[in-house]
């Protein structure tokens, strides 16, 4: 059994544990509410945009003209992963780890097996993982959540095109959580480049449209922003993911906690109750040996 002074320092350091993971908890939600409120403002014009450049490309072939937009045999993939900087959000970000290497297994084992497969992390955690199993990781935004912004995932996303364009990649896959609620995040994979229009609605493609400018200098704009949008919102989604996830684990380790606390109570009394029964008895047994 452990001594008084060993579970009394136990009890002191699981309550100052208990009070850091309830700061981390309400500090978590407070940013959550903002992170909410941009990612659920931006999806309809990210949805919106998606359907225009997909009205108007089935008017016209200058898609296909645009170097965003050229499929090529897919000999170097690049593969966008958005973690998070810091721990203690769960499974959060092993959870993307785990889906990129399945992904990759699944659809590029060829690539992979020649070297043509690289990591771009967003978040120090995804560059941290494979760095350590020796995989090719190019440039890490590592402070993206610290300063994000549009400008920001604008600057990553410029890099990313210019690169497909120049044709140093042939494919690139993004990889995200997106966020659902604060207890569920959904981990999605999505062709970033090259982008292919989604021609499935049949019922816009009835509608008649008046475009001004013409509707090559539209889709040649559009298709740029769009590619930007993709990924500003998975982004975005991350880092609204990331908090609910954050608060979901310190809540969960809070409980723990309090469990924790309870039977290291009850350990403490049980030993302080040892203790006094052992002094009582062996007062009475000097006492008895005075008698003697």
């Known amino acids: 059994m452990a001594s008084l002074k060993e579970v009394r320092n136990r009890i002191a350091s699981v309550n100052s544990t208990m009070q850091i993971t309830k700061a981390m908890k309400m ?3 407070a940013k959550l509410r903002r992170a909410q409120e941009k990612i659920t403002q931006l999806r309809p014009y990210s949805q919106k945009l998606n359907e225009l450049i997909s009205q108007v490309s089935e008017n016209t072939e200058v898609g296909a003209s645009s170097p965003y937009t050229q499929v090529r045999e897919v000999n170097k993939v690049l593969v966008v992963l958005v973690t998070s ?3 203690l959000c769960g499974a959060f ?3 993307i780890i785990k889906a990129a290497n399945a992904y990759i297994a699944e659809n590029y084992a060829a690539q ?3 070297g043509n497969v690289t990591l771009f992390s967003l978040g120090k955690k995804g560059m941290e993982a494979f760095q350590r199993r020796g995989a090719t990781v190019s440039t890490s935004y590592t402070d993206i959540f610290s300063r994000l912004s549009f400008e920001t995932a604008k600057t990553a996303a410029e890099g990313i095109m210019e690169s497909f364009a120049d044709g140093v990649y042939d494919e690139v896959v993004i990889i995200y959580n997106e966020f659902k609620n604060v207890a569920t ?3 999605r994979t999505e062709k970033m480049l090259p982008l292919v229009s989604d021609n499935s609605g049949e019922a816009t ?3 008649d449209y008046i475009f001004e400018p013409s509707e090559e200098e539209i889709l ?3 298709i740029p922003k769009a590619i930007i949008l993709q990924l500003f919102k998975a982004v975005l989604d991350s880092n609204a993911a990331e908090h609910g996830a954050r608060m979901t684990a310190m809540d969960k380790a809070t409980e723990n906690g309090g469990e924790l ?3 290291l109570k009850i350990e403490y009394n049980r030993s302080r109750q040892a203790a006094i029964t052992t002094e009582i008895l062996e007062i009475v047994g000097g006492a008895e040996a005075l008698k003697n």
């Open 220 to 222: 040649l704009d559009l």
């Open 93 to 95: 970000n092993s959870n």
């Open 85 to 87: 900087d810091r721990g």
């Open 261 to 263: 606390l309870k039977s």
């Open 27 to 29: 500090v978590s939600a």
């Open 205 to 207: 493609s009835n509608i």
């Open 112 to 114: 992979q097996e020649k």
């Open 185 to 187: 995040q959904i981990v």
